[in-house]
Nanobody
Framework: QERPVESGGGVVQAGGSLRLSCVFP????????VAWYRQYPEKKREPVAY???????NYTDSAKGRFTISRDNAQNTLFLQMNSLKPEDTARYYC????????WGPGTQVTVSS
């Protein structure tokens, strides 16, 4: 089973920005709602933001006003622009269909130093 592949993570100081990218396998991006998730150590993976096939977006309270999710259907790519990063944003970030329970990629680590 092909899985999405995330990239763009790294180490950044508080207040900085990162742009995450995720390439989905095949040509499935156009018609489904897809999401960015994050997982803290020993915690459950939880959605941060999702975008529907009609480009409607939704964010957790912690992400509102700081993160922007977008998609490029032609490139099967999902993005997450992360601004004003905080130490509590430190986590591993994943992309997948919204509501997915399997098919996870390797994720990308985001570390925000104070």
């Amino acid at each position: 089973q092909e899985r999405p592949v995330e990239s763009g993570g790294g180490v950044v100081q508080a207040g900085g920005s990162l742009r995450l990218s995720c390439v989905f396998p095949g040509n499935i991006l156009s018609f489904v709602s897809v999401a960015w998730y994050r997982q803290y150590p020993e915690k459950k993976r939880e959605p941060v933001a999702y975008i529907t096939g009609r480009y409607a977006t939704n964010y957790t309270d912690s992400a509102k006003g700081r993160f922007t999710i977008s998609r490029d259907n032609a490139q099967n790519t999902l993005f997450l622009q992360m601004n004003s990063l905080k130490p509590e944003d430190t986590a591993r970030y994943y992309c997948n269909n919204y509501g997915a329970r399997d098919g996870w990629g390797p994720g990308t680590q985001v570390t925000v130093s104070s």
